[in-house]
């Protein structure tokens, strides 16, 4: 197999964002759609975490902040867009700044160099010369219930 193709295989798609100012990217099997948030509905006595709930065509979900479980400042501004996610047959949603958009990943990655992301990343690689922090998911859900008092998060 020549260089090219065997580059190709050892890809992945995932979506990458911004987040203050660092780039982060789910994987492509995780990721269902990016949202601009509209409405948010409050939930009375939610936790910071836990900005509320906004419907997508008749569904229901959680609408988070990951800045705190990822060890960065939280956002001041008003949400504006989000990432849905689904793991485990269950879909919620976390702000972000800025989308960047889908591409392809190199499968093969580097160890995280900034250790407030270790627990929760897969590793981080380059992408047009800049790093990327690849987050886990099943880590990152788990630690944001964890967070939100161990309620139950995501939606079925």
């Not at 900005?51 to 990822?70: C, K, S």
């Not at 939280?74 to 867009?81: D, P, R, V, W, Y």
């Amino acid at each position: 197999m020549n260089s090219a193709a065997s580059k190709t295989k050892a890809q992945a798609r995932a979506c990458l964002f911004e987040l203050n100012n660092v780039l982060f990217a789910v994987p492509g099997q995780y990721t269902r759609q990016i949202h601009t948030l509209q409405t948010i509905t409050r939930v009375p006595r939610a936790p910071t975490d836990l900005l509320g709930l906004f419907a997508v065509r008749g569904q229901i979900f959680p609408l988070v902040r990951i800045e705190n479980t990822l060890g960065l400042r939280t956002g001041t501004g008003e949400a504006k867009l989000a990432v849905q996610i689904e793991f485990e047959s269950k879909h919620m949603a976390f702000v972000i700044d800025n989308v960047i958009g889908f591409d392809h990943v190199p499968s093969q990655l580097e160890p995280v160099l900034d250790a407030r992301f270790l627990a929760l990343t897969l590793g981080q690689v380059l992408v047009a010369g800049q790093v990327v922090v690849v987050l886990d998911v099943a880590k990152l859900v788990q630690s944001l219930a964890a967070r939100i008092d161990g309620r139950e998060l995501a939606q079925a």
